[in-house]
């Protein structure tokens, strides 16, 4: 903004300096006629204002070519560094401009599309690199974090003044026509054209260059879809602008040009390897820190860092000692000051010096953990799926707050197997007191008998109380036991009678066929929660902030 | 919540009531043996009943149990019939499982011990 204001306090110092020389011409040849003057004036105000103004014109256009030029150098990156984007945006502008060339549309509106078309993803530069990496499983809140890309991305072309049209057709570009897309559910009419077009354009490119379909398999495909994801007519005019392209040889040789180089990087096996080496989280959190040469009971450092007294002074005499028998040693090392966690290998090189390399798996490890919990994550969503949202895993502290919920109506201890029946008698009396039918009743006993046997089976101590919540009756059973093997569930969700083992198979299946919501946390002991709706037979519990996850994710 | 439901907070003691009973009673039709069962089939009688079933098993063509008096049955006691009505066909003998209540039966069916023993069983 400052630049412009300095731009137009020059135009109108020339203006003022134009002015002042005409009327002094004018002042010294009087015999001129003042028409001649007002004319001069005007013309030279006129070219003056156009030059003036042009050149702010200009400079306001640079910069948004700079913005401009900034978001597609972003973009061209993004796709550097995702394979399977590469050359998508440029594709997908090509194909969305076959479909407007069809249409019939003011240039504003066409360019504006093809502006869309060529960065409908560009909310995905704000999407942490692993996520795009890793397409194939995603957490709940992986998938919320995807689906956040319209969004982002009419955030980022939003700020291009005149681009406002262009922002709104990428924050749509997932909208579905029959309203089930994101992120506002629109529908039918109600989505920008320029969306309903690369919705169809952006779907074709995905199928054949990322799912690998071909040509007539990904027009069959678009079929099925017209009607319910895409707008049928738009389908119909892409359908009828692609067969004619490819059937006169431009599909292949222009627009997937860029596809087949792909193809064939990829075929190269050595750039396959390397992809994968540098993918291997392993690898990329293993760092050699140092090389030692152990020799006459002295360390010496063969690479520019000292080695810390903590590691040296931490090696075992018995790792040193053993080396001298010939055979490879290996130990792992905590330094308590640092909390970092070392792996040393001791070769051995004559019978009295060996060398050291000491590996700091500090971040290896901690990147495990994170990788176990963020399988354990998947592993809960996929649970919640397949049971139609009835088991719900948690983690860590998460379960106090189903715990704590509601009021105690009951409570008792479980030891014997006697306390299994009076476990039933307390939940019977429990359920009593509302007005559920005698099935439902009778089934609530039958889990509250399996879940208290469990405990009583396998770790023979725990107990069991009753809560009364708002909408629901909630049995928790705790105990200290080494947890139930979570890596059973699956088959105990999935077939029904798994029983070729008389354990958790049975009570499960009973279980999950009867209860609400079944809670599972089986960490440091195990709480199983279960939970029987009141208020009517077929309304189920409602769930918290959890929702049942959302389905396969096209990007 | 139901304003007219009072919930006080207590703790539960078993002596409240609740202890499972299950009586088994043998008696001789012709050649058949029937194990009459009474009561509740969990945890607590399972072996009550597996101890009844071997002390009547002897030199038996056909055994036939009747459950016209079991009030409940979870996994375990399901897992304990399945064992026992198993070694019994082992053995050769016969066995017939009858006067199933609704409620009992939705639990056999369940855990697909129809499926698992064949449906001709239970008449």
């Known amino acids: 903004m400052n630049k412009l204001n300095a731009n137009l306090w020059v135009f109108n110092i020339a203006l003022f300096a134009c002015s002042a020389f005409l009327l002094y011409s004018y002042h010294s040849s009087p015999e001129m006629p003042e028409w001649y003057l007002v004319i001069c004036f005007a013309v030279l105000a006129v070219c003056l204002l156009i030059a003036g103004t042009w050149k702010i014109i200009k400079m306001w256009i640079s910069a948004e070519e700079k913005y401009m030029k900034t978001i597609e150098t972003f973009l061209v990156i993004a796709e550097e560094k995702f394979p399977h984007f590469r050359g998508h945006a440029e594709r997908v502008a090509q194909l969305t401009q076959m479909v407007l060339n069809r249409l019939k549309l003011t240039n504003e509106e066409q360019s504006a599309i093809e502006y869309a078309a060529l960065l409908h993803d560009i909310g995905k530069l704000r999407m942490p690199e692993k996520l795009l990496k890793n397409q194939c499983y995603l957490t709940r809140e992986e998938v919320q974090l995807m689906e956040s890309h319209p969004e982002t991305g009419q955030k980022l072309v939003g700020r291009i003044s005149g681009f406002e049209h262009v922002a709104e057709i990428i924050l749509c570009h997932h909208e579905k026509y029959n309203g ?376 | 919540m139901p304003a007219d439901i009072k919930v006080e907070q207590r703790i539960w003691n078993p002596s409240n009531g609740g202890v499972t009973v299950l009586k088994v009673q043998v008696t001789v039709e012709g050649e058949d043996k029937i194990l009459s069962m009474d009561g509740e089939l969990d945890i607590a009688t399972v072996d009550k009943f597996k101890d009844s079933v071997d002390e009547a098993r002897q030199g038996v063509k056909r055994m036939v149990l009747d459950l016209a008096g079991l009030g409940f049955v979870d996994s375990t006691g399901v897992g304990g019939l399945l064992n026992v009505i198993k070694s019994l066909k082992k053995d050769n003998v016969e066995v017939k499982v009858r006067n199933v209540s609704t409620e009992v039966y939705d639990v056999f069916d369940l855990l697909g011990l129809p499926i698992l023993l064949g449906k001709e069983i239970f008449s």
Not at chain 1, 316 to 342: N, P
Not at chain 1, 362 to 378: A, G, Q
Not at chain 1, 417 to 446: F, W
Not at chain 1, 538 to 543: D, G, L, R, W
Request: proline letters at 2%; a negative charge.
């Open chain 1, 180 to 555: 089930s897309g994101y992120p506002r559910q629109l529908s039918e009419e109600n989505i920008p054209l320029g969306a309903r077009v690369i919705a169809v354009t952006d779907m074709f490119d995905n199928m054949v260059c990322r799912h690998g379909l071909k040509f007539q398999q990904a027009c069959a495909e678009l079929k099925n879809l017209a009607g319910s994801d895409l707008d049928p007519e738009l389908v119909d005019t892409f359908l009828g602008a692609i067969v004619d392209s490819y059937n006169g040889g431009v599909f292949e040789e222009k627009i997937w040009a860029s596809a087949g180089e792909n193809e064939e990087q990829c075929g190269d096996i050595v750039q396959q390897l390397r992809n994968y080496l540098d993918k291997s989280w392993v690898l990329g959190n293993l760092n050699l820190s140092y090389v030692i040469l152990y020799e006459k009971n002295e360390f010496k450092s063969l690479g520019n860092s000292a080695v810390p007294e903590a590691i040296v002074n931490n090696f075992a005499d018995c790792a040193l000692k053993g080396f001298k028998t010939g055979t490879c040693q290996k130990e792992f090392i905590i330094d308590a000051a640092t909390g970092k966690i070392f792996n040393s290998y001791f070769m051995p090189v004559s019978g009295d010096s060996c060398l050291i390399a000491v590996f700091d798996m500090t971040d290896v490890l901690k990147s495990e953990k994170d990788r176990e919990e963020r399988e354990l994550l998947i592993y809960r969503d996929v649970m919640l799926a397949v049971t139609q949202g009835k088991l719900l895993l948690v983690f860590g502290n998460e379960i106090d707050r189903y715990v704590n919920e509601g009021i105690v109506s009951g409570e008792m201890n479980l030891v014997e197997p006697q306390d299994v029946a009076a476990a039933r008698s307390m939940i019977k009396e429990v359920l009593n007191a509302y007005s559920i039918s005698g099935k439902r009743k009778t089934q609530m006993v039958l889990c509250v008998s399996e879940a208290a046997t469990n405990v009583i089976k396998h770790v023979g101590e725990g107990k069991i109380r009753v809560n009364i919540l708002e909408d629901a009756i909630r049995v928790i059973i705790q105990d200290n036991g080494p947890g139930i093997d979570i890596s059973q569930l699956p088959q105990v969700t999935l077939r029904k009678g798994y029983s070729t083992k008389l354990s958790l198979g049975f009570g499960f299946s009973i279980m999950l066929d009867f209860l609400d919501r079944l809670i599972i946390s089986t960490q440091n002991g195990t709480v199983l929660i279960l939970d029987m709706a009141l208020n009517t037979e077929e309304e189920s519990v409602k769930m918290p902030g959890e929702e049942v996850m959302a389905g396969h994710h096209a990007c």
